[in-house]
């Protein structure tokens, strides 16, 4: 099930087995219909979904079926609608019928613009190894190309909480996150763009700070193309935590060292003091530890996180460790 929760109050927006879209708040109270299956076109569905800042609005993009077939006839678009069902805005298509699929990345935080993504020919493997990442403003649907390779994780893309107009992207193409990853922080006003880290490194999963002063991302050295001689994915336990001032001296601080893990997923503390992150064994455990963006010494605060089967892929469990897709593991 596709679902998110508001980012102000605890109601939940999710996606039904029929493709519709539904609201309701986390007691089970005020449950409503925001989109449902048109009567003429049974095979449409909201794809993708995320919540605007304020959480007044959800960005959906929705995939309806003009002709069964083999392959069927689609038309892909992004809508713009209120939370409160009274309004549901179309900002863009891709044609009727559309070669390409629309897929929600998300929200500047000043709610001025819409991340989205392209999938071209509706081709999942496409999608994999990376395609741009654009906008479109809310107002009059200008459109703006941010970037052009984005893998379609949302943790590789997040906007800054404090500066409404920047975001961070980890941009580079091929699916696999131990290579050709670089972090970077975009801004729609200027169309500027700045790389925080070496191509000596692959950077993954950004987490502004609440001043948006601070990224926390997690690296690891760059492997390379492992097709190009190597039989299993390298070895991923030299990926560390990192937190580095974007609006200094672009100089990053490593916060972790321990060769018996890798870390991941980096979250910030409220009062930005602290970053939450996971740390995975070389046993595929994972586990929940807090570390104070000063320095020192991590606190493990969960033993044991539970994780969803991870699925064999060509680079994927061959360790049986948490490396569910080509390295990426999704939280």
């Known amino acids: ?71 069927p006839e689609n038309t892909a678009s992004l809508w713009r609608v209120s939370a409160d069902g009274g309004q549901a805005i179309e900002l863009l298509n891709a044609g009727r019928p559309s070669d390409y ?10 709610g001025a613009y819409i991340l989205f993504q392209t999938d071209p020919m509706f081709s999942a493997s496409i999608v994999a190894d990376g395609v741009p990442l654009l906008a479109v ?8 190309t941010l970037t052009h390779t984005v893998l379609a994780y949302p943790d590789f893309i997040v906007s800054d909480p404090a500066e409404g107009d920047r975001l961070a992207v980890i941009a580079g193409g091929y699916r696999s996150v131990w290579t050709s990853k670089t972090l970077q922080v975009l801004s729609i006003t200027t169309g500027q763009s700045i790389a925080l880290t070496s191509p000596e490194v692959a950077a993954s999963s950004p987490a ?18 492992p097709v190009a001689g190597l039989d299993l994915p390298p070895d991923q336990m030299p990926r560390r935590l990192f937190v580095i001032d974007t609006l200094g001296a672009a100089q990053s601080q490593q916060l972790t060292d321990d060769p018996n893990y890798r870390d991941e997923w980096p979250q910030w503390s409220a009062d930005g003091q602290e970053v ?47 490396m569910p897709y080509y390295g990426h593991m999704d939280w």
């Open 101 to 110: 699929g629309l897929m929600v990345a998300g929200w500047l935080s000043d």
């Open 208 to 225: 502004w700070s609440p001043d948006g002063q601070s990224l926390a991302y997690v690296a690891m050295p760059d492997h390379g193309d």
């Open 137 to 144: 403003a809310v107002q009059d649907g200008k459109q703006i």
């Open 1 to 71: 099930m596709i679902g998110s929760w508001s980012p102000i109050v605890d109601r939940l927006a999710y996606v039904a087995e029929d493709g519709s879209l539904w609201i309701e708040s986390a007691d089970g109270s005020d449950r409503r219909t925001l989109i449902s299956p048109s009567p003429d076109q049974p095979g449409g569905r909201v794809e993708s979904l995320a919540w605007s800042p304020d959480g007044e609005w959800l960005a959906v993009a929705r995939l309806d079926t003009l002709k069964a077939g083999q392959p």
């Open 276 to 322: 939450l992150f996971v740390r995975v064994d070389e046993s595929g455990q994972a586990s929940l530890w807090l570390m104070p963006t000063i320095g020192g010494d991590p606190c493990r605060l969960v033993d044991a996180l539970t994780q969803e089967p991870a699925a064999t892929t060509y680079y994927g469990d061959y360790r049986r460790t948490a």
